[in-house]
T-cell receptor
Framework: DVKVTQSSRYLVKRTGEKVFLECVQD?????MFWYRQDPGLGLRLIYF???????EKGDIPEGYSVSREKKERFSLILESASTNQTSMYLCASRGASGVYNEQFFGPGTRLTVL | GDSVTQMEGPVTLSEEAFLTINCTYTATGYPSLFWYVQYPGEGLQLLLK?????DKGSNKGFEATYRKETTSFHLEKGSVQVSDSAVYFC????????????FGPGTRLSVLP
């Protein structure tokens, strides 16, 4: 079974802190994604990566950065957390690009910024 | 740009009722279409998918047919169970290589015993 794990299920941080969210997949997938999930808005793509050290902005990249130093690991970084970044963060991975392949999701990290 | 519209929730049904959750989309090219389900406290799981027009995806009693003429991918189940209570997301691939997804806002389903 494909497994996507995220470093924390729940996280509480203070405004201005630097926050790291880690995601690891065990299926040798090329593509990895970070989304945030908010009520009524569904999932919105923050960043994705199609290869090691490669990244592309999604729909809402402002206030976030990412790092992909190894194929299996994709990190989301909040340089200076703000209260409007309180949300559920979901990581996903996917095999080689193509319209047929699904994404596999981790369990999510619920981040609260105080 | 590409987008997905789903019916507003929440949807509340009695056990064994018939379920329809509407999904329509706007897309360039020929996307694949997906339904994902999110159970409480969990990430999203793939429920079913369809990769071309007139394809029918099915899984666990759920079905959806890719209708290009109406740009729709409605989710149906003939008899829902309490265990089907979850949030359902319609999604499509976008980009020249289908490299990432667009998700709808989700529809929360509650099934009462």
């Amino acid at each position: 079974d494909v497994k996507v794990t995220q470093s924390s299920r729940y996280l509480v941080k203070r405004t201005g802190e630097k926050v790291f969210l880690e995601c690891v997949q065990d299926m040798d997938h090329e593509n990895m994604f970070w989304y945030r999930q908010d009520p009524g808005l569904g999932l919105r793509l923050i960043y994705f990566s199609y290869d090691v050290k490669m990244k592309e902005k999604g729909d809402i990249p402002e206030g976030y950065s990412v790092s992909r130093e190894k194929k299996e690991r994709f990190s989301l970084i909040l340089e200076s957390a703000s209260t409007n970044q309180t949300s559920m963060y979901l990581c996903a991975s996917r095999g080689a690009s193509g319209v047929y392949n699904e994404q596999f999701f981790g369990p999510g990290t619920r981040l609260t910024v105080l | 740009g590409d987008s997905v519209t789903q019916m507003e929730g929440p949807v509340t049904l009695s056990e064994e009722a018939f379920l329809t959750i509407n999904c329509t989309y706007t897309a360039t090219g020929y996307p694949s279409l997906f339904w994902y389900v999110q159970y409480p406290g969990e990430g999203l799981q793939l429920l079913l998918k369809a990769t071309k027009a007139d394809d029918k995806g099915s899984n666990k009693g759920f079905e959806a047919t890719y209708r290009k003429e109406t740009t729709s991918f409605h989710l149906e189940k003939g008899s829902v169970q309490v265990s089907d209570s979850a949030v359902y997301f319609c999604a499509l691939t976008r980009g020249n290589y289908g490299q990432n997804f667009v998700f709808g806002p989700g529809t929360r389903l509650s099934v009462l015993p």
